[in-house]
C-alpha cells in the first residue's frame, strides 16, 4: 500500500506531466486541409475592434480612415464584405469597396426604436441608388425575429419597402436557420432569396468540430427543401478561436482554421453561397457573450491574421513559450528560498520542481485567459489580484507539501475565517502567521471558487470555466487536508465548501442535458472536458473541507455509541 508521501509525490509528479504536456500541445503546428486557394467569398465586417469600440448606444462613429484600413486588408482575402448597419461610419463602405474592387452585402439594423429604423432604412436605399455596381444585395434586419424586436409582418413590410425602393437590388432577410424556417409563411414571398445562419458552435445542441462542416452543409440542403427551391444564403458561418467549450464544440484557433479551411472547400466543390463571420476580432461582444463572443474574427482585434489558409497551424507557441519560462523562474525562486532558510533537505527539490511546473503552467495560463478575457479596468483589478495571490498560494503550498515530503515536520494549521476575524479584531493568536497565512489563502479561493459557481448557475451558456486558477489551490488544499487527516474549518469554510461542491456537480450534469424547443431534453452525446475539469477542481476544493469534517463527526458518532 502507497504511503502518504508517496502518494503526494505521484500526484505532483502527475499534475507536473500534465502541465508540460498541455503547454507542449499548445505549440505544436497541427497539419490541416489546404483552402483551394487564398481568397474566400464574403465576410461579415464590423470596425468595432479597437479598444473602447462598439456599436452600443449609437454615439460612436469610426472614422473613414479605419474603415478604409480595414477594407484594403479584407480585399486581399475577400470578394465581398457584409455589414449589419449604414450608420456610425459604416455609410462609407460601399464608397471605399467601389474603390478597392470589392462587393458588398448592405446591411440595415432594425430594432425595437421605429426611429433608428426608419433612419438606417432611408441611408441604405439612398445608399443602393449611388452604388448599385457595388451592392450585391440589400440584408433588411440581422436577427430581429431571433431577437423578438419586430413582428415577422413588420420585417415583411421593410423588406417590400426597399424592394420596391430599389427595384434593381436584391434583397433579403437574415436569421438563425430554425427561426427563417418557423417563419417562412410571413417572409418567404417578399424576399429575393433567403439568409439563414448556421453556427454549430451556437446550436442548442452544439456539434463538435468534426461534424461541424457535415452539420452545415445537411442544414444547408434541409433548408433550401423546406424554403420551396427558393435560394438560400448562408448568410453566418464560422468557428470560435477561443472561450468556453460546450458540449464537443471547443472554440480553439486550430478549430478556427480547420472549420474555415474545410468549409470553404467544401462550399466550392457544392457551389454553396456563403458568408463567414467575421473578419475581426470584437471585443466588445464579450459583455454580452462571454469570452466566446469576442473571437470569432480571422482577423484579430490588432488587423492580424490569426491564421494561413495553407500550412500547418499552432496553437499557442508564444504562451507555451512564457510557460516553461514560468515553470524555471518559479523553480529558482523556490530553490533561491530554500538556500536562504536551510529548513529543506535536497530531496525536497523534487516536489518543488513538481510544484513549480504545475504552477508556473497554471499562472501563465490563467495569465493569458486574462489578456484574452478582459475589458474594463473593474475586471483587470480582480484579475490581477487573483494572479497575485495564485503566485502565492503556490509559493505558500509548495513549500509546505516539500517540507513536509523532506522532513515529515507537521505542516502548519489552517487558521478558520472566525479566527481571522478575531485576530483582526483582538489580536487573538490562538494560530501563529503561518497558519493565518494558509487559512487566508483557502478561505479566499473558497470564496472565489463560490463565486464562479455562482455566476455559471444563473449563466451557464457564456461564462467560462476558471481550470487554470483554480487548480494549484484545488490540488494543494486536497493534499493538505488529506495529509492531516482532521477538521480545520468552521461555518463559514463549510457552507462555501457545500456551495461549491453542490454547484460543480450540478454545472456539469446541466452542461451535458440538451434542451431544444419543443423536444423533450436528453443527454449529450459528447463531453464538455471544460465542464468536468471545473467539476473535479470544485469537488477537490469542497472534499479538503467538508471530507474532514464528516470524519469527525462519524468517529464522535462512533465513540457517543
Same mark, same amino acid.
Request: hydrophobic share 45%; with cysteine; proline share 5%.
Given at each position: 500500500?502507497?504511503?502518504?508521501?508517496?502518494?503526494?509525490?505521484?500526484?505532483?509528479?502527475?499534475?507536473?506531466?500534465?502541465?508540460?504536456?498541455?503547454?507542449?500541445?499548445?505549440?505544436?503546428?497541427?497539419?490541416?486541409? &489546404?483552402?483551394?486557394?487564398?481568397?474566400?467569398?464574403?465576410?461579415?465586417?464590423?470596425? *468595432?475592434?479597437?479598444? =473602447?469600440?462598439?456599436?452600443?448606444?449609437?454615439?460612436?462613429?469610426?472614422?473613414?480612415?479605419?474603415?478604409?484600413?480595414?477594407?484594403?486588408?479584407?480585399?486581399?482575402? *475577400?470578394?465581398?464584405?457584409?455589414?449589419?448597419?449604414?450608420?456610425?461610419?459604416?455609410?462609407?463602405?460601399?464608397?471605399?469597396?467601389?474603390?478597392?474592387g470589392i462587393k458588398v452585402l448592405l446591411g440595415i439594423w432594425i430594432g425595437r426604436e421605429q426611429g433608428s429604423n426608419e433612419k438606417e432604412l432611408t441611408i441604405a436605399v439612398d445608399l443602393a441608388r449611388k452604388y448599385p455596381s457595388v451592392i450585391r444585395a440589400i440584408i433588411v434586419g440581422n436577427e430581429v425575429l431571433l431577437?423578438?424586436?419586430?413582428?415577422?409582418?413588420?420585417?415583411?413590410?421593410?423588406?417590400?419597402?426597399?424592394?420596391?425602393?430599389?427595384?434593381?437590388?436584391?434583397?433579403?432577410?437574415?436569421?438563425?436557420?430554425?427561426?427563417?424556417?418557423?417563419?417562412?409563411? #410571413?417572409?418567404?414571398?417578399?424576399?429575393?432569396? @433567403?439568409?439563414?445562419?448556421?453556427?454549430?458552435?451556437?446550436?442548442?445542441?452544439?456539434? =463538435?468540430?468534426?461534424?461541424?462542416?457535415?452539420?452545415?452543409?445537411?442544414?444547408?440542403?434541409? @433548408?433550401?427543401?423546406?424554403?420551396?427551391?427558393?435560394?438560400?444564403?448562408?448568410?453566418?458561418?464560422?468557428?470560435?478561436?477561443?472561450?468556453?467549450?460546450?458540449?464537443?464544440?471547443?472554440?480553439?484557433?486550430?478549430?478556427?482554421?480547420?472549420?474555415?479551411?474545410? *468549409?470553404?472547400?467544401?462550399?466550392?466543390?457544392?457551389?454553396?453561397?456563403? +458568408?463567414?463571420?467575421?473578419?475581426? #476580432?470584437?471585443?466588445?461582444?464579450? &459583455? /454580452?457573450?462571454?469570452?466566446?463572443?469576442?473571437?470569432?474574427?480571422?482577423?484579430?482585434?490588432?488587423? +492580424?491574421?490569426?491564421?494561413?489558409?495553407?500550412?500547418?497551424?499552432?496553437?499557442a507557441p508564444f504562451w507555451s513559450h512564457a510557460a516553461y519560462a514560468a515553470m524555471f523562474a518559479f523553480f529558482g525562486l523556490f530553490a533561491l528560498a530554500q538556500w536562504k532558510q536551510q529548513r529543506l533537505e535536497g530531496k525536497s527539490l523534487l516536489p518543488l520542481l513538481a510544484v513549480s511546473i504545475s504552477g508556473g503552467g497554471?499562472?501563465? =495560463?490563467?495569465?493569458?485567459?486574462?489578456?484574452?478575457?478582459?475589458?474594463?479596468?473593474?475586471?483587470?483589478?480582480?484579475? %490581477?489580484?487573483?494572479?497575485?495571490?495564485?503566485?502565492?498560494?503556490?509559493?505558500?503550498?509548495?513549500?509546505?507539501? $516539500?517540507?513536509?515530503?523532506?522532513?515529515?515536520?507537521?505542516?502548519? %494549521?489552517? @487558521?478558520? $475565517?472566525?479566527?481571522?476575524?478575531?485576530?483582526?479584531?483582538?489580536?487573538?493568536?490562538?494560530?501563529?502567521? /503561518?497558519?493565518?497565512?494558509?487559512?487566508?489563502?483557502?478561505?479566499?479561493?473558497?470564496? =472565489?471558487?463560490?463565486?464562479?459557481?455562482?455566476?455559471?448557475?444563473?449563466?451557464?451558456?457564456?461564462?467560462?470555466?476558471?481550470?487554470?486558477?483554480?487548480?494549484?489551490?484545488?490540488?494543494?488544499?486536497?493534499?493538505?487536508?488529506?495529509?492531516?487527516?482532521?477538521?480545520?474549518?468552521?461555518?463559514?469554510?463549510?457552507?462555501? $465548501?457545500?456551495?461549491?461542491?453542490?454547484?460543480?456537480?450540478?454545472?456539469?450534469?446541466?452542461?451535458?442535458?440538451?434542451?431544444?424547443?419543443?423536444?423533450?431534453?436528453?443527454?449529450?452525446?459528447?463531453? +464538455?472536458?471544460?465542464?468536468?475539469?471545473? @467539476?473535479?477542481?470544485?469537488?477537490?476544493? $469542497?472534499?479538503?473541507?467538508?471530507?474532514?469534517?464528516?470524519?469527525?463527526?462519524?468517529?464522535?458518532?462512533?465513540?457517543?455509541?
Open positions: 500500500m502507497l504511503s502518504k508521501r508517496a502518494f503526494v509525490y505521484i500526484t505532483l509528479a502527475a499534475c507536473a506531466l500534465l502541465s508540460i504536456s498541455y503547454w507542449w500541445k499548445l505549440s505544436q503546428p497541427v497539419t490541416l486541409v &489546404d483552402a483551394l486557394t487564398d481568397h474566400l467569398s464574403c465576410v461579415s465586417y464590423s470596425p *468595432f475592434h479597437k479598444p =473602447g469600440q462598439t456599436p452600443l448606444g449609437g454615439e460612436m462613429s469610426i472614422s473613414e480612415e479605419q474603415i478604409e484600413t480595414d477594407l484594403t486588408a479584407l480585399a486581399q482575402r *475577400f470578394d465581398c464584405v457584409r455589414t449589419y448597419s449604414v450608420t456610425q461610419g459604416m455609410q462609407e463602405v460601399p464608397r471605399l469597396a467601389q474603390k478597392l431577437r423578438r424586436e419586430q413582428p415577422p409582418a413588420m420585417m415583411r413590410a421593410y423588406v417590400e419597402r426597399v424592394k420596391a425602393a430599389v427595384p434593381g437590388v436584391p434583397v433579403t432577410y437574415a436569421d438563425v436557420w430554425e427561426f427563417w424556417l418557423r417563419y417562412q409563411k #410571413d417572409l418567404l414571398d417578399s424576399v429575393s432569396f @433567403a439568409t439563414v445562419h448556421i453556427l454549430p458552435y451556437w446550436e442548442d445542441d452544439p456539434i =463538435g468540430i468534426d461534424d461541424a462542416v457535415g452539420h452545415v452543409s445537411q442544414i444547408y440542403r434541409h @433548408a433550401k427543401a423546406e424554403l420551396k427551391g427558393k435560394e438560400v444564403l448562408i448568410g453566418e458561418t464560422g468557428w470560435p478561436s477561443y472561450g468556453r467549450q460546450r458540449q464537443e464544440a471547443e472554440p480553439t484557433l486550430v478549430n478556427q482554421a480547420r472549420f474555415i479551411r474545410e *468549409f470553404a472547400l467544401r462550399a466550392e466543390l457544392e457551389k454553396t453561397p456563403y +458568408n463567414i463571420i467575421e473578419a475581426f #476580432d470584437q471585443p466588445w461582444k464579450r &459583455d /454580452s457573450e462571454g469570452a466566446v463572443g469576442g473571437y470569432w474574427g480571422l482577423y484579430d482585434a490588432d488587423g +492580424n491574421t490569426k491564421f494561413p489558409f495553407r500550412g500547418p497551424v499552432a496553437e497554471a499562472w501563465v =495560463g490563467f495569465v493569458r485567459d486574462m489578456v484574452m478575457t478582459n475589458r474594463t479596468l473593474l475586471e483587470w483589478a480582480y484579475s %490581477n489580484l487573483y494572479a497575485a495571490l495564485l503566485l502565492a498560494v503556490t509559493f505558500v503550498l509548495g513549500g509546505t507539501l $516539500a517540507a513536509w515530503c523532506s522532513t515529515g515536520c507537521p505542516p502548519p %494549521n489552517l @487558521a478558520p $475565517a472566525s479566527h481571522l476575524v478575531r485576530w483582526l479584531r483582538h489580536k487573538d493568536q490562538s494560530f501563529d502567521g /503561518s497558519s493565518r497565512l494558509l487559512g487566508a489563502l483557502r478561505f479566499v479561493f473558497l470564496f =472565489g471558487a463560490a463565486l464562479v459557481c455562482l455566476t455559471l448557475a444563473f449563466d451557464l451558456r457564456s461564462r467560462d470555466f476558471p481550470v487554470a486558477l483554480f487548480s494549484v489551490p484545488a490540488v494543494g488544499l486536497a493534499l493538505l487536508a488529506w495529509i492531516k487527516g482532521k477538521r480545520e474549518a468552521d461555518l463559514e469554510e463549510i457552507l462555501l $465548501a457545500g456551495w461549491i461542491g453542490f454547484a460543480g456537480l450540478w454545472i456539469a450534469v446541466a452542461e451535458h442535458i440538451i434542451i431544444v424547443q419543443d423536444e423533450p431534453w436528453r443527454l449529450a452525446d459528447g463531453i +464538455n472536458q471544460h465542464a468536468l475539469e471545473w @467539476a473535479a477542481l470544485c469537488l477537490l476544493l $469542497a472534499g479538503s473541507v467538508l471530507i474532514p469534517v464528516f470524519v469527525e463527526l462519524r468517529t464522535r458518532q462512533r465513540q457517543n455509541t
